[in-house]
Every structure is written in C-alpha cells, then in structure tokens.
C-alpha cells in the first residue's frame, strides 16, 4: 500500500513539476504546485491580485493591499499588528515583525513580550532576507536593499541599505 501511494505520488508531483517546469521555467516546493498564490491571497483576505507563496508564514492580524508579490520564505508577524500597502514586493526570506521576545527572555520571563504595529505604505521594494523590526514604519516607495536589518521609520522614496551605520542614502 505504501509504495502505491508512492508510485501515485510521484507520478502527479512530476506531471505537476513538467507543466510549471514548460510552462515557467520554474521549478518548486510540493506547495506551491497544489496551491495558487492568488488564491492564497483571498483566502488570507489580502488585496485583489496579490500573490502569496505557500511556505509564506502568516501569523496574527496581517492587512495586505492589493497587487503585492509576497516571495517564498516570508515571515509576516501581526500578531502586535502588520499593514503592507499596496503594490509593495516583499522579497524571498524577508522577516516583518510587530513583537519580540529580548526582554522576555533577557528577564527569564519577569518581563512581557512586547507587542507594536508594524506599518509597510504603498509601492514599497523590500529586498531579500531584509528583517523589519516591529513598530518600524516604511513610507511609500521606499526601497530597502537585501539583507538589510530595519528597526526605525523609513521615510517616503528613501533608499536604505545595510551600509555602515545603516546610512540612509
């Protein structure tokens, strides 16, 4: 019985990798050829045309506007509150936070976990593996480079980089 269930698996996830593979030329996770990612983004209440990957983490009250690209590997923390405006790319590995846990830990629980909304405006470019840290604010078409840690507000149009000093350019 296993190794029929095997040979059936096999035979749909490769059927499912050839038509994405011809189609796309892409190749990826058992997830995404079940799911669509706009329909994931219905399902999930986000905006008309907005795409979500399957491995996406969601967690808490997360507000997305409409035509986002939400990439593979994302975090989305709202459990203290997250909002992404509209048109924004949030790239593969990018990690948005509205809580942590540093005080918490650092006390050995005497402390609470602290909580604070975390606010994405519209045509927003996060690059990959860029960590936004809660209560951060990124204001409208602003660009934040790859691997770039963000723990303050980034005002409308700037382009951050991880630079020394996390200089704003």
């Given at each position: 019985?296993?190794?029929?269930?095997?040979?059936?698996?096999?035979k749909?996830?490769?059927k499912?990798?050839?038509?994405k593979?011809?189609?796309?030329?892409?190749?990826?996770s058992?997830?995404?050829?079940?799911?669509?990612?706009?329909?994931?983004?219905?399902?999930?209440?986000?905006?008309?045309?907005?795409?979500?990957?399957?491995?996406v983490?969601?967690?808490?009250?997360?507000?997305?506007?409409?035509?986002?690209?939400?990439?593979?590997?994302?975090?989305?923390?709202?459990?203290?509150?997250?909002?992404?405006?509209?048109?924004?790319?949030?790239?593969?590995?990018?990690?948005?936070?509205?809580?942590?846990?540093?005080?918490?830990?650092?006390?050995?629980?005497?402390?609470?976990?602290e909580?604070?909304?975390?606010?994405?405006?519209?045509g927003?470019?996060?690059?990959?593996?860029?960590?936004?840290?809660?209560?951060?604010?990124?204001?409208?078409?602003?660009?934040?480079?790859?691997?770039?840690?963000?723990?303050?507000s980034?005002?409308?149009?700037?382009?951050?980089?991880?630079?020394?000093?996390?200089?704003?350019?």
């Open positions: 019985m296993k190794n029929l269930f095997l040979i059936i698996y096999k749909i996830y490769n499912l990798y050839l038509n593979k011809i189609k796309y030329n892409r190749s990826l058992l997830g995404d050829y079940l799911n669509d990612r706009w329909e994931r983004g219905k399902k999930e209440g986000f905006g008309e045309g907005t795409s979500v990957y399957d491995n983490l969601i967690l808490g009250d997360v507000k997305v506007g409409k035509n986002c690209w939400i990439g593979p590997n994302v975090v989305l923390d709202g459990s203290g509150g997250l909002e992404i405006g509209d048109y924004c790319s949030i790239s593969a590995g990018v990690q948005i936070y509205s809580h942590h846990t540093v005080k918490w830990s650092t006390s050995l629980g005497k402390e609470k976990i909580y604070k909304p975390t606010k994405i405006g519209d927003v470019y996060i690059g990959p593996h860029s960590v936004i840290q809660m209560g951060s604010v990124i204001e409208d078409q602003a660009v934040i480079g790859a691997l770039t840690f963000v723990n303050k980034i005002k409308k149009g700037v382009k951050f980089f991880n630079k020394k000093n996390n200089e704003q350019t």
